[in-house]
């Protein structure tokens, strides 16, 4: 293999149980670079790191792993209540939460770059790429040659019984950015994870999170918005699996989809053997702003147990006609009822950001997604400009 | 009377393959409360949103004036900016919105409104207090998971934030325990002192109308309005019932 070049990520993101392969549902494929890294001293995440399923598979993590100039490791000790978010900065992050410890681990890529694990391989990933879906590769297409750089993130996060942890996925990129993000999660007995990630921007996000809830009593919500606009391609896999007994989870995703993008959902809660008196519900809610739209929901119960109960749903469509009644009745004319839905995931991302940083990422991304105006609005309406100047 | 607000002349409207408002006339001053009352399936609540411009109804026959300007085809958004609001009887539930944003953009799409965002702020916070409200609710997405009385509550937030020129308040009290129904009283009276609007107020209860002072009451049967009279006919009807009115109905014609 050249020194630097590009490889193909061929058909990574999936979902433990497929559908029919000419739904194209299944998979991405994705066009990356490859810088080697022969002859670099590289500091690896304990072994017990390894054994964690993440959630855009092994083929991602390998390739993340060949990336990464460092592993990063942080370790928040047993009942140890840490106040500062543990900002992930590097393409390869394992968190340990020791037993009855707290922690919040954030990840947040924006700008024409990505903040987070980006490569800097000029080779523009996607430029050596195959064209959108009718590529020979049936399954999915790859990243479409407008995209210039690529960044990507792999974080593998342990927490042990009794720990809570709080994760952030904050990714708000330009059209020129493909970020690939995967994340795996395992919790022990009477753990609470919680995760929200807000898809706000970057001309392709490959994003998959895996949370094995493998002791008793563990618990995993789940909170997912997204926008996907003009060109933008969105592939999301979320899978939990549900191993200990009386487990919970509860996957919530929704986002507004408009222009020409295209996105695939794969939402699996797998409720497997030994996880008696465990309760799964994924729901997602989709908005769709334009005839243009390809939207792909795969939502997936597997059941190889008793006494569980696994829920799925879905909505997809325009705003309902008892919102558009309500809203116009408040001065909001469709178009405008329909802005809001935008502006609302950018005031609910910035409610969310735990740093200045994540903020002014977020900002940025606001002030070219519903312009300057509107995105200051949004700031100092949530007073938030005060604590970011403190910040900087 | 006060000069005339909002004129509704001999309006007939309904659905597609029902007619519901017969030949309806009202007319409400500047400044002035009204009561519009009726048994169940009278046509009140169908008035109120004809009214707004609820584009469910057609109207067939009649004409709406508002502010001296004629909204009989205007947009439901339109008349709302123009100044006439109509609180919910069972507010809608917008997921995916939270209150904060929806509030900041329905202000800001009046221009005798538009405020810097820390004085908007602080504007809902003056409010929330009023109207006995926490203050997390801002980041909850609008009015889901809210019980009947918070819901009663943003609706009177709203009434109080946007200060339009006429509140229809349908059935505005239905469901609310005593607490909550003395609570959005207050939003009431506040909203007739503070901004000196126009009241239309749709009601089964007369509890909600004791802080306020009632300049002429409505009475709707089966579509048609057949009674009007002082703020005295509601203890003439919480006294007697429907019963002479829903004779007169029968009749055709208004008393």
New interface residues.
């Given amino acids: 293999m050249a020194e630097n070049s590009t490889v193909t990520l061929s058909r990574v993101n999936t979902p433990p149980a497929q559908t029919w392969n000419y739904l194209r549902a299944n998979d991405i494929t994705l066009e990356v670079p490859f810088v080697s890294r022969k002859g670099d001293v590289y500091f690896a995440l304990p072994r017990l790191f390894e054994s964690i399923e993440c959630g855009m598979g092994q083929q991602v993590t390998e390739w993340i792993e060949s990336q990464a100039t460092d592993a990063s490791y942080v370790e928040v000790r047993a009942g140890e209540k840490r106040e500062e978010p543990i900002v992930v900065t590097g393409m390869d992050t394992g968190v340990m939460v020791r037993a009855g410890a707290e922690a919040t681990v954030v990840v947040c890529v924006g700008g024409a770059k990505g903040s987070v694990g980006s490569l800097s391989a000029s080779s523009a990933a996607g430029e050596t790429g195959q064209g959108p879906s009718e590529s020979a590769n049936e399954a999915n297409a790859s990243a479409t040659s407008k995209q210039l750089s690529t960044s990507a993130a792999l974080v593998r996060i342990i927490a042990e019984h009794d720990a809570r942890v709080h994760v952030l996925e904050f990714v708000a990129a330009d059209d020129e950015v493909q970020h690939i993000e995967s994340v795996g999660i395992t919790a022990d007995a009477r753990a609470h994870v919680d995760a929200r990630q807000y898809f706000l921007g970057a001309g392709t996000t490959a994003a998959g999170l895996t949370c094995s809830l493998n002791g008793s009593s563990a618990r995993f919500d789940l909170t997912c918005r997204y926008l996907g606009r003009e060109d933008e391609r969105l592939d999301i896999n979320h899978v939990v699996r549900m191993r200990g007994r009386n487990g919970r989870t509860n996957v919530t995703e929704s986002g507004v989809l408009d222009g020409h993008a295209r996105k695939a959902l794969r939402a699996t809660i797998d409720l497997v053997h030994g996880s008696s008196g465990s309760e799964g519900t994924e729901l997602e809610n989709v908005l769709i702003l334009s005839d243009d739209v390809t939207n792909k929901t795969m939502p997936v119960i597997l059941c190889d147990e008793d006494d569980v109960a696994g829920n799925h749903g879905a909505t997809i469509g325009s705003v309902g006609p008892e919102q558009i009644r309500y809203l116009a009745d408040r001065g909001l004319a469709e178009h405008e009822a329909e802005a809001l839905y935008v502006r609302a995931l950018f005031d609910e991302s910035l409610i969310a950001a735990p740093t200045a940083d994540v903020r002014a990422v977020l900002l940025e991304r606001a002030k070219a997604v519903l312009g300057e105006d509107i995105a200051n609005d949004l700031v100092e309406g949530l007073e938030l400009d005060a604590v970011a100047h403190e910040e900087d | 009377m006060h000069s005339q607000l909002l004129r509704v002349s001999d309006v007939s409207a309904g659905t597609e393959d029902k007619p519901i408002l017969h030949d309806v006339s009202l007319a409400v001053g500047a400044g002035e409360t009204h009561v519009l009352m009726g048994p169940n399936g009278a046509g009140k609540s169908t008035l109120g949103r004809v009214v ?5 109804y057609q109207v067939t026959s009649g004409s709406i004036f508002f502010d001296d300007a004629d909204v009989t085809n205007e ?3 339109k008349r ?2 123009a100044g006439i ?2 609180s ?1 009887q069972a ?2 539930e ?5 209150l ?3 509030l ?3 202000t ?3 221009p005798e409104l538009k405020m ?3 004085k ?2 602080a504007r809902v916070g003056e409010i929330a207090d009023q109207l006995d409200m926490g203050s997390s609710f801002l ?1 909850r997405e609008l009015n889901v998971g809210f019980s009947g009385g918070e819901k009663k509550k943003i609706e009177m937030l ?1 009434l109080l934030l ?1 200060r339009p020129k006429l509140a229809i308040l349908d059935e505005t009290d239905s469901g609310l325990d005593v607490d909550a129904l003395s609570v959005v009283s207050k939003g009431i009276e506040a909203y007739r002192q503070d901004c000196d609007g126009s009241l239309l107020i749709i009601t089964h209860n007369t509890r909600i109308l004791e802080r306020l002072t009632v300049d002429r009451t409505h009475v709707m049967v089966q579509g048609r309005m057949v009674a009007e009279g002082p703020g005295s006919l509601i203890d003439d009807i919480d006294a007697h019932g429907f019963e002479q009115f829903e004779r007169a109905g029968e009749d055709g014609g208004a008393a």
């Fill in positions: 707004m411009g609820d584009p469910t947009a439901a958004d709302s900016l609001f109509l919910y507010p809608v917008v997921p995916g919105v939270p904060y944003s929806y900041r953009t329905i800001q799409k009046r810097t965002a820390r908007f702020r980041t709203q946007l």
